[in-house]
């Protein structure tokens, strides 16, 4: 087998335009400057990496170029060294290679001591124990030299050569634990600790017993390493934690942060007291609150999360980290603050709600100051996560309602629209949920009806108005506040009255300013300044101007509310006289809503539903159908109910399912500690090989059939009759792509400079390029490329593999290779957001893909199981919605990748009754052209179903008598 993988630690990709020869090479070696040499060496590594035989360059390069002093040189040579073969077709070692071993035995002793440190880390790659062996005395002098920098580049190259050739110097351990206890260098102490914690752990404890109280003293770079051995004695040998216990907690105060992370960690495996517990939480919240990297904060912030999914039963410990993490909200950045406030909720208790709701009460007082000049964007989404943080506290606890309820009503004034909604989606529940509550609620909603600046947020109040007063006082004060919101009426001719009287209504005043100021030349000029400013008292009410500019939908609410209030007025008050003037009073605001509608004064006409609407409410307060009074006074109402049910319904199903999650099997080994003390099958060393494996492979997928495994990633490249067969097996990690090809010589020739030649199309990018490759016959070779990938934008990798044939002359052979689509699914996953939300990204989301239903499947709720596997969305549409057989279907879909982009869809579609087929179309919206694309083309290709799979969805399911 043909390697292309040499053994260097340096991987080299430069394009040499023009190749030079072996005999130019020479040349230059021999007759050429310190400048000629520097880059012909660098010639010869990057045609040695790809693939050249050059056996005549050893000894040039031996002869005129390791005798050079130029530091340059010296870091090239190193690289050199590396990848020369140095061992001939027999194995041994070539005999050039003891001039080498004596030209670093003069580096080892070099008065210059970065010669000696670089000589000593290259001698750490060296994997020839004939060329290492002359150097051992001159590598054990270097442990006794006064420049700290040679000390410890010594003891790496005495750890590596003792862990690859121990029989070279077999008492490291003990030369190593003598240099350590006169070692003064932390850096030089840390890499001896090092060797020992690797070689010899006996020898690294009794170290550490000695001097176990002056740790606190040591350097930040040696804790880490004690902080690394306390955490593996103890997960090898459990009846050892006691002893080391303190020394931990000790690390907790240290002045570093890194050995304050890691020792808290390391204190969480070592005990599960609650002291321990509580220190660690603390130690993290410190972290979070003092660091300013907010990456750093996040992590530490998952630290702490997972530390109370671990504990949750543990009250006193919840209350006391609510507190703490309250601290965190001081920081700037609005994802930290956000995941604090996720976190916070799932701390609080009936003990500490009071305490919490108080705290955020002053972080929303803190915004109010912050908004009372200019408000970013950031802070009016942290006002928003305020808001629902004080929602779900008021929900959850109604203890603290009383008292959420007047902060949020603050917020339906403010300018940020987003708050104000969710302001009212809490009122509205709130008003539901607690009939205590609903007076004091309604009261100051009439109070803010008249301040509220936004349409969506006056539109929303007006049904809550509607629906929620009912008793006499309530609905007067309401009919109050729209008559003065809606102004004298009626409305078009009190419109016609005021613009005749324009000129009476506008007063203009003059003002004349004057200052000094001082002329190129340096005399005194005089300048005045006339500004005119034109005040109209013509300041209508808020109502009233949304209905000028057009906003009839606003009407056509305020026309639900009225007939609601009038309907219900009757039922509680006997006062014929005062109900039939209520309702004229009502039927009057729509009639001149109606006629204002149909003139020229507003910006936008009336639409045909908004008259519809309005002549429906005028007629039911004038007729008063039973059946119309029922369902305007009651069954709002219950939908409403009903609503909010479904939603603590599914809130409960999805508590009930991560409850159900089954977090340890039945047969999983039980760790006696006592009886099993040498074996390691605690939780925390699972946790920390999957972190490490999660940092260099991804997180993986579960496998579930042979569609999803390893098989179903291997792409063919070429035919089996090409004379070149290649396969790439595709590594998908989370924002790169590693192709790992197999190439196959099919023919009985050797096949020179091989090359596996990539391009890419869409939003990838190739990141190195394959190295040349000479092919035996009938040999296979494995190469990798790796691809970045940027965004979920369809895209493919194509390309050709192009080779020369030895000993026939011509030009350069060519296999083309298939194309590679990359699957998009790999960097989509499920995720869920608000009604609000997709409405709100719905709107604002600029690209549409609108895909028509072709399928050979007839459930139609099969059928959306099936789109949803095939594009890894979640459906928002609750179970309940989509239950019971109406022939239509309708849904929302939502999905985000990892790259941070939103994808929603909406599918709708329908059973033929004749035919039994489903008809319809899915709508994606995306914020990208590619993401909307590339979800319209997987749903293309995935509708349909094959085989015994579509057998089973055309049949629906059969129905419970």
Excluded at 513 to 526: I, K, L, P
Excluded at 635 to 659: N, P, V, W
Excluded at 732 to 740: F, T
Excluded at 768 to 780: E, F, I, Q, R
């Amino acid at each position: 087998m043909a390697s292309l993988e040499q053994p260097c630690s340096v991987l080299i990709n430069v394009n040499i335009s023009d190749t030079p020869t072996e005999q130019s090479l020479k040349q230059d070696f021999e007759n050429g400057s310190t400048i000629v040499k520097i880059q012909a060496l660098k010639n010869a590594i990057i045609m040695m990496q790809a693939g050249e035989k050059m056996p005549g360059l050893l000894m040039h390069i031996i002869r005129y170029v390791l005798p050079e002093q130029d530091h340059t040189i010296k870091k090239l040579l190193f690289i050199f060294w590396e990848i020369v073969p140095k061992r001939d077709s027999s194995g041994k070692l070539l005999t050039e290679m003891i001039l080498v071993c004596d030209a670093y035995r003069k580096d080892l002793i070099h008065p210059n001591e970065f010669i000696r440190g670089s000589t000593l880390r290259f001698l750490c790659k060296v994997r020839e124990p004939e060329l290492l062996e002359p150097l051992m005395p001159s590598i054990r002098a270097c442990l006794d030299n006064k420049y700290s920098y040679v000390r410890r580049n010594a003891v790496l190259a005495l750890y590596t050569i003792y862990r690859n050739f121990e029989f070279l110097v077999p008492d490291a351990p003990e030369l190593i634990q003598n240099h350590l206890e006169s070692e003064q260098d932390p850096s030089c102490k840390r890499n001896a600790f090092i060797m020992l914690i690797h070689t010899d752990q006996q020898r690294a404890l009794a170290y550490l017993q000695s001097c176990i109280d002056e740790i606190e003293t040591f350097g930040d770079i040696l804790q880490l390493v004690i902080v690394e051995l306390i955490y593996k004695v103890c997960q090898a040998k459990p009846t050892e934690r006691a002893k080391f216990i303190r020394t931990v907690y000790n690390l907790l105060s240290s002045n570093s942060a890194s050995v304050r992370y890691e020792a808290a960690g390391t204190l969480v495996t070592l005990s599960s007291t609650p002291t321990a517990i509580k220190a660690a939480a603390k130690c993290y919240v410190e972290l979070i609150v003092h660091e300013s990297d907010n990456n750093v904060k996040l992590v530490v912030l998952d630290k702490l999360v997972k530390l109370q999914n671990d504990h949750k039963h543990d009250l006193a410990l919840q209350q006391e980290l609510s507190m703490d993490v309250l601290r965190i909200l001081g920081s700037n950045d609005l994802e930290v603050r956000r995941r604090t406030l996720e976190f916070l909720m799932s701390l609080i208790t009936l003990r500490n709600v009071k305490d919490v709701v108080s705290l955020l009460k002053k972080e929303v007082i803190k915004t109010y100051s912050d908004n009372a000049t200019d408000i970013d964007q950031n802070n009016k989404t942290y006002q928003q996560l305020l808001v629902k943080a004080l929602h779900q506290c008021g929900v959850k606890f109604p203890i603290t309602a009383e008292i959420v309820v007047p902060i949020l009503m603050d917020f339906l004034a403010e300018g940020n629209e987003q708050a104000a909604e969710s302001v009212l989606e809490f009122v509205r529940e709130a008003v539901t949920r607690f009939e205590n509550l609903q007076p004091s609620i309604i009261q100051k909603l009439l109070n803010s009806l008249s301040s509220i600046k936004s349409i969506s947020v006056l539109h929303a109040g007006l049904w809550i108005l509607g629906e929620y007063c009912v008793t006499e006082d309530q609905i007067r004060n309401m009919i109050d506040v729209v008559l003065e919101g809606v102004g004298d009426l009626p409305i078009v001719d009190t419109e016609i009255r005021e613009s005749a009287n324009t000129d009476t209504d506008t007063t203009t005043t003059t003002v004349v300013t004057t200052q000094s100021r001082v002329t190129a030349d340096g005399t005194y000029a005089t300048q005045s300044a006339l500004s005119t400013t034109t005040s109209s008292t013509d300041d209508k009410p808020q109502l009233r101007k949304f209905l000028l500019e057009g906003e009839f939908f606003l009407g056509a609410a305020l026309a639900t509310s009225l007939t609601k209030l009038s309907l219900r007025y009757k039922e509680v008050c006997s006062d014929t006289v005062a109900c039939n003037k209520l309702t004229a009073q009502c039927m009057l605001i729509l009639a001149s809503i109606m006629h204002l509608g149909r003139s020229t004064l507003p910006k936008k006409p009336l639409s045909d539903d908004d008259v519809d609407w309005l002549s429906l409410c005028i007629r039911v307060l004038n007729d008063g159908s039973p059946i119309l009074v029922s369902i305007f006074t009651r069954a709002c109402r219950s939908s409403l109910q009903d609503m909010i049910g479904t939603l603590d319904l599914s809130k409960l199903e999805l508590s009930d399912a991560e409850k159900n999650l089954i977090k340890t099997d039945v047969d999983t080994l039980i760790n006696f500690s006592h009886i099993l003390s040498n074996v390691s099958t605690n939780k925390a060393v699972d946790e920390l090989e999957l972190s490490l494996l999660q940092a260099t492979e991804g997180s993986k997928k579960k496998e579930s059939d042979i569609s999803t495994t390893s098989l179903s990633k291997v792409y063919q490249l070429t035919g089996f009759s090409d004379p070149i067969y290649a396969e790439a097996y595709i590594n998908v990690n989370q924002y790169d792509i590693v192709l790992d090809v197999l190439v196959v010589n099919q023919t009985p020739d050797t096949l020179q400079n091989l090359t596996l030649e990539l391009a890419t199309h869409g939003d990838l990018k190739l990141v190195d390029k394959p190295a040349p490759v000479t092919l035996a016959g009938n040999d296979y070779c494995n190469t990798k490329a790796q691809v970045k990938v940027a965004s979920t934008e369809s895209g493919f990798i194509f390309g050709n593999i192009v080779y020369d044939v030895s000993g026939v002359s011509g030009d350069k052979s060519c296999v083309v290779l298939n194309d590679i689509h990359i699957d998009i699914m790999d960097y989509i996953v499920p995720a869920s957001c608000t009604d609000a939300e997709f409405r709100k990204m719905w709107a604002e989301f600029e690209w549409e893909n609108k895909v028509s239903v072709q399928t050979n499947i007839s459930d139609m709720a099969s059928y959306l199981e099936h789109i949803l596997t095939c594009t890894n969305m979640k459906c928002l549409t609750p179970k309940q919605a989509l239950e019971g057989d109406c022939g239509f279907l309708a849904a929302n879909m939502y999905a985000k990748s990892v790259f941070g982009e939103d994808a929603l869809a909406n599918i709708s579609i329908e059973q033929l009754p004749d035919t039994g087929a489903l008809s319809g179309h899915i709508r994606i919206r995306a914020k990208s052209q590619g993401m909307a694309l590339s979800l319209g083309d997987k749903i293309t290709l995935s509708q349909k179903k094959e085989g015994k799979e579509a057998a089973a969805a055309a049949v629906p399911p059969a129905k419970d008598n």
